[in-house]
């Protein structure tokens, strides 16, 4: 391998290995970069078992690009994260998260990646995702995130509302300053596990430059864990609100994301036909809520005519006698 400096960490937590995990290192492995370090996490498996998946991830990388494997027994994300970040080396200045069952989508990714970041130095640089199936075959014909502002550099000081109109939950696809993350607390949280991060990240960068190429795939998975649900759930969920709403200001951003925090609420409520948890804590969001900050006619929509008409007749359909 040639002596390029690393300029990337791509992080990268793993409680399994199947092709999904296959397929994603298959598309590290013809990056036509040198100068980004893998870190793998497996978490969720016994040590004979990461130790067998340890020697199969080996052979199959077979010296093509520079890793390091972790090991953690309990099986939550968030928390593999913050090991991740952790354990990297903090000589590399940007960090990536990848989730496993997904993959890079061009032979050129992590080149055109790296010299976005070197051209524009954003504190983070936001990747444009296209849903696929498992054989690759593009689901979503549009752009899984359709940047409205994309393809230049925003300034939080002088693009506010650009920049919150753009700024999506995921924590995977982007490229993050390595001093943003650092005293961060990745808390162990039943939902919203990105939103988690991405959510605490806001107060602390400054720029931003969102790139509508698609340099990264998710895999769509019926199996996968964001398309499982149970009803206890619901109960936990303020709880992660409440992590998230009290490490960021009250501001335009905070507002917005309680309005979609009121809106997934909602609607994992009538998906599971649940609706006692949403009726305990509707309050709360509204009060999170300020109308004078709302940014966009969009988030005006979802506000009144979406989030309180709705919520209001749930309520008199099942606990107006309550």
Same mark, same amino acid.
């Given at each position: 391998?040639?002596e390029?400096?690393?300029?990337?960490c791509?992080?990268i937590? +793993?409680?399994?290995f199947?092709?999904?995990?296959k =397929?994603?290192?298959?598309s590290?492995?013809v990056?036509?970069?040198?100068s980004f370090?893998?870190y @793998?996490g497996?978490?969720?498996i016994?040590?004979?078992?990461?130790?067998?998946?340890?020697? #199969?991830? #080996?052979?199959l990388?077979?010296?093509t690009f520079s890793f390091k #494997?972790?090991?953690?027994?309990?099986?939550d !994300?968030?928390?593999m994260r913050?090991i991740?970040?952790?354990?990297?080396n903090s &000589?590399i200045?940007?960090?990536?998260?990848?989730d #496993?069952d997904d993959?890079?989508? =061009?032979e050129?990714s992590?080149?055109?990646?790296?010299?976005?970041k070197?051209e524009h130095?954003p504190?983070?640089l936001?990747?444009?995702?296209s849903?696929?199936?498992?054989?690759?075959?593009?689901?979503?014909?549009k752009?899984?995130?359709e940047?409205?502002y994309?393809d230049k550099?925003?300034?939080?000081?002088?693009?506010t509302?650009?920049?919150?109109? &753009?700024y999506?939950?995921?924590i995977? !696809?982007k490229?993050i300053?390595?001093?943003?993350?650092?005293? +961060?607390?990745f808390k162990?949280? /039943?939902?919203?596990?990105?939103?988690?991060i991405?959510? =605490?990240?806001?107060d602390?960068?400054?720029s931003?430059?969102?790139?509508?190429?698609v340099?990264?795939?998710y895999?769509?998975?019926?199996?996968s864990v964001?398309?499982?649900?149970?009803?206890e759930?619901? @109960?936990?969920? !303020?709880e992660?609100?409440? &992590?998230?709403n009290?490490?960021?200001?009250?501001s335009?951003?905070?507002s917005h994301?309680n309005?979609? @925090?009121?809106?997934?609420?909602l609607?994992?409520?009538?998906k599971?036909?649940?609706?006692? /948890?949403f009726?305990?804590?509707?309050?709360y969001?509204m009060?999170?809520?300020?109308p004078?900050?709302?940014?966009?006619? =969009?988030q005006?929509i979802?506000y009144?005519f979406i !989030?309180?008409?709705?919520?209001?007749?749930?309520y008199?359909k099942?606990f107006?006698d309550?």
């Amino acid at each position: 391998m040639s002596e390029e400096r690393l300029e990337l960490c791509l992080l990268i937590p +793993i409680h399994d290995f199947n092709h999904y995990q296959k =397929k994603m290192i298959e598309s590290l492995k013809v990056q036509d970069s040198e100068s980004f370090m893998v870190y @793998f996490g497996f978490n969720g498996i016994s040590r004979e078992k990461f130790f067998d998946c340890e020697k #199969s991830l #080996s052979k199959l990388i077979n010296k093509t690009f520079s890793f390091k #494997s972790l090991y953690n027994e309990t099986g939550d !994300a968030n928390l593999m994260r913050q090991i991740l970040f952790e354990k990297s080396n903090s &000589d590399i200045p940007y960090v990536m998260y990848l989730d #496993s069952d997904d993959r890079l989508a =061009k032979e050129n990714s992590l080149s055109e990646i790296i010299n976005l970041k070197k051209e524009h130095s954003p504190d983070i640089l936001c990747l444009n995702i296209s849903t696929t199936d498992d054989s690759g075959e593009t689901i979503y014909f549009k752009d899984r995130l359709e940047f409205k502002y994309g393809d230049k550099l925003l300034d939080k000081t002088k693009n506010t509302n650009q920049i919150i109109e &753009d700024y999506r939950s995921n924590i995977v !696809a982007k490229v993050i300053n390595r001093h943003l993350l650092e005293g +961060i607390n990745f808390k162990s949280l /039943p939902m919203f596990q990105d939103w988690n991060i991405s959510g =605490k990240l806001y107060d602390r960068f400054f720029s931003i430059y969102n790139s509508t190429t698609v340099h990264y795939l998710y895999i769509h998975r019926e199996d996968s864990v964001s398309n499982s649900f149970r009803r206890e759930k619901l @109960f936990k969920l !303020a709880e992660c609100v409440k &992590d998230i709403n009290s490490n960021i200001q009250k501001s335009k951003y905070h507002s917005h994301l309680n309005i979609s @925090f009121w809106l997934n609420f909602l609607s994992y409520s009538v998906k599971s036909n649940y609706y006692k /948890p949403f009726f305990r804590e509707y309050r709360y969001f509204m009060k999170e809520i300020n109308p004078f900050k709302i940014i966009s006619i =969009k988030q005006f929509i979802k506000y009144f005519f979406i !989030a309180i008409p709705v919520t209001g007749i749930l309520y008199f359909k099942f606990f107006k006698d309550d």
